[in-house]
């Protein structure tokens, strides 16, 4: 099963995000970067990570930052949640090598649509 770290710091929208994700794939739920990069150090790697652009101690551009740069974790496909349309920081994010950029709120359903092709796209590279 495919494995989803989501990273938010906002409760109600860490639920629906393991209700409508969980269906189909393992969700792991961290509330800030940090608590994120602790989870990835202790050997977990998932196959998607979903993360909230304001967080507390570790945001995800610094999130992003790290992720990118790392020999370990610079492949797996990254989507930004953000509260704001800020282009300046949609592009900030797609030049640091997010996969996707969601403005909240967004359709559940958009998202799901476009995990699945993240998987399925990065199916059909791995062959």
Request: aromatic letters at 8%.
């Amino acid at each position: 099963m495919k494995k989803v770290l989501v990273i938010e710091d906002d409760e109600p929208l860490c639920w629906l995000l393991e209700k409508i994700l969980g269906q189909s794939y393992e969700v792991f739920i961290m509330h800030d970067g940090m608590e994120a990069l602790s989870w990835l150090s202790s050997g977990n790697t998932p196959d998607l990570i979903i993360s909230d652009i304001r967080m507390p101690s570790l945001d995800g551009v610094q999130l992003l930052e790290n992720l990118k740069q790392s020999g370990l974790y610079k492949d797996i496909p990254v989507i930004i949640l953000s509260s704001f349309e800020d282009p300046r920081k949609r592009k900030e994010c797609m030049d640091l090598g997010a996969t996707d950029y969601f403005i909240k709120p967004f359709e559940p359903q958009h998202l799901v649509s476009r995990v699945k092709e993240i998987f399925f796209k990065n199916m059909i590279v791995k062959k």
